[in-house]
């Protein structure tokens, strides 16, 4: 399937006007800036290699909390998973602890351009985003670095990621919005589809929602090991 070409990356421009005036920070900015001085302009540096160095340390975090699973069950699950939230936690502390919007910025452009920071930089993918009123945005991942890789049911090392994103601003009162997706590459779809939305009062969370569902589909393999020993 050939990738669309339509969406941003990590310096694309988005269309409304306070985009421009919107800043986060990289995080990791010590490797970063040592990267871009030191290595990125070589002559001999194919930077395909680091698609191949973050499969791997993908692959090896899928396979690490799969094993986890299978031999330790619940707590075991539960270990990995929070571990991934806290990672996600940091790198959300690193990249908004600083954030800058201009005046007159919604909260659902708020919450639309911290996800497409998400996407484009965290995640190294190509976004097409999409405001579709106040309370509502969409948008659309046309090509994410796991998607030739990863099985559907891998998607959820990145899920807990975005728990820990969630957990973040939710401990910092900002940004009160829910997100689900509607459906992903790996499944077979063009694109990974993802909409957010304000939450009403006393809504349950959707996205943790899910989480818990496909947490007890692993832990179903788990049983049905032990059943078999």
């Given amino acids: 399937m050939p990738v669309i070409t339509d ?32 290595v990125m302009g070589r002559p001999d540096f194919d930077p395909a290699t680091l698609l191949i160095w973050g499969t791997m340390m993908g692959m090896s975090v899928l396979q690490i909390m799969e094993d986890v699973e299978e031999n330790f069950g619940p707590e075991g699950q539960r270990v990995v998973s929070e571990a991934l939230r806290k990672v996600g936690y940091d790198v959300a502390r690193q990249s908004f602890e600083n954030a800058k919007f201009p005046e007159g910025t919604t909260d659902i452009e708020k919450t639309s351009f911290v996800g497409t920071w998400i996407n484009t930089v965290l995640w190294t993918s190509i976004e097409k985003p999409e405001i579709l009123n106040e309370d509502e945005c969409i948008f659309d991942i046309l090509w994410c ?30 940004i009160n919005f829910d997100v689900e997706f509607k459906w992903i590459i790996p499944a077979g779809a063009e694109t990974c589809r993802f909409r957010l939305w304000r939450k009403k009062k006393g809504e349950e969370d959707q996205w943790e929602k899910y989480s818990k569902i496909l947490e007890e589909r692993a832990l179903r393999r788990w049983k049905a090991k032990k059943a078999q020993e």
């Fill in 7 to 38: 969406g941003i990356c990590v310096k694309g421009e988005r269309k409304e006007k306070n985009w421009k005036g919107t800043k986060f920070e990289e995080p990791y900015k010590k490797a970063v800036e040592r990267f871009r001085k030191d």
């Fill in 145 to 174: 670095p796991h998607q030739d890789v990863y099985k559907p049911f891998d998607c959820r090392v990145q899920r807990y990621l975005v728990e820990g994103i969630r957990r973040y601003f939710k401990e910092k009162g900002e």
